[in-house]
Nanobody, 116 residues
Framework: QVQLVESGGGLVQSGGSLTLSCEAS????????MGWYRQSVGKQRELVAI???????RYADAVAGRFTISRENAENTVYLQMNSLKPEDTAVYYC??????????WGQGTQVTVSS
């Protein structure tokens, strides 16, 4: 089992910045993928950014160049730095962990609201 605890959501004006954090604990495998997904009202959950335990990252086209995902291995924590936020970034952001043998876990979600 892996537990994920998210923090850092909130309300920000368009053009502003926020940083989300996700701390993982429990039985983590040597190879894994962690990342962020988001879901806005009436839409399906979508990938925002992921980072592999070996380093590579991947971003959705909608956030590439504005968001940065990073990892602090010693703390088993993944961060999502979000800059130049837009109203369309408003959503519940979920942390995700997937182990090398495809066990998947989700955080409880944190609300990000960007006002215009």
């Amino acid at each position: 089992q892996v537990q994920l605890v998210e923090s850092g959501g909130g309300l920000v004006q368009s053009g502003g910045s926020l940083t989300l954090s996700c701390e993982a604990s429990g039985s983590m495998s040597g190879f894994y993928v962690m990342g962020w997904y988001r879901q806005s009202v009436g839409k399906q959950r979508e990938l925002v950014a992921i980072i592999y335990s070996r380093g590579p990252t991947r971003y959705a086209d909608a956030v590439a160049g504005r968001f940065t995902i990073s990892r602090e291995n010693a703390e088993n924590t993944v961060y999502l730095q979000m800059n130049s936020l837009k109203p369309e970034d408003t959503a519940v952001y979920y942390c995700n962990y997937r182990s090398g043998d495809n066990h998947e876990y989700w955080g409880q979600g944190t609300q990000v609201t960007v006002s215009s």
